[in-house]
């Protein structure tokens, strides 16, 4: 019986979840998958015992806890998928205890790094507007990459300096400074009309060709100017997101107004960016203090 295809369509349709979370969960479960087979296992009538069996598999081969975290995190949805077609009575995989996760900080940038990255691309062309104005915008707003890629025209009101960001199926609006808006001013009036033939074009941000940009493609431009500003840490679009909600949090911006922007579902998940900011004091502190 072909499960992916139907647990794929599952995870997009009904459950809405991110294009990371789909293709993590996916190859979480494909995994399983040939471990069943291997061992001869019926999918269906797999029982908390056969589960457990797997899972110190995946342990004993190495896989960290995060990684058999998200493992058991991907067999609970995969087997609520499989109740929900009546494909088997009970979900085996629940009641499985997280693996012990040494929670990692994430790694941001200092306000100084942020602008010498942000100087980067050079408005000489269409493409240096086009990157300061994404780069611009992803750090003025702290949105994920997905939705940056998946903002359309509409979704910036220039006026009044805000965007309107949609993402499983709940909207939040989000300010822009000044020097964002004027990024994104200039991109739209000066550049996207000679980047794109096709007028049905929606899309904010295209790429060469005039078609939506692509998660590789913005990942590609991250990476350049990542290099040419010399940074040695490693940035990905996550980073200006990781960035965006320490900075904020620094200059006195509360959690839950950070959590609406960056919309959490919970407000735990926005909390380690107090921790993160904790951390830093406390190594000003050390270095600085005379005692310390």
Known sequence: MDFLAGYEAYLTTEKKSSANTVSSYLRDVRQFLD???SEKLNVAQA???DLEKYVKRLTASGKSPASV???VASLKSFYAFLMD???CSSNPAKGFAPAKVERKLPQILTSKEVELFLAQPECIDSKGYRDRAMLELLYATGIRVSELIG???DNVNIPAAFLRCTSKGKERIIPLYPTAVRAVSDYLERIRPQMVEDETETALFVNMTGDRMSRQGFWKIIKHYQEKAGIKKEITPHTLRHSFAAHLLENGADLRSI???LGHADISST???TQLVSKKLKDVYNKAHPRA
């Open 271 to 273: 909390q380690v960016y």
């Open 69 to 71: 975290t998200r493992a």
């Open 85 to 87: 077609r009546d494909q």
């Open 47 to 49: 029982n908390h015992g």
């Open 35 to 37: 471990y069943a087979q």
């Open 259 to 261: 959590q609406e922007m």
């Open 151 to 153: 903002l359309d025209v």
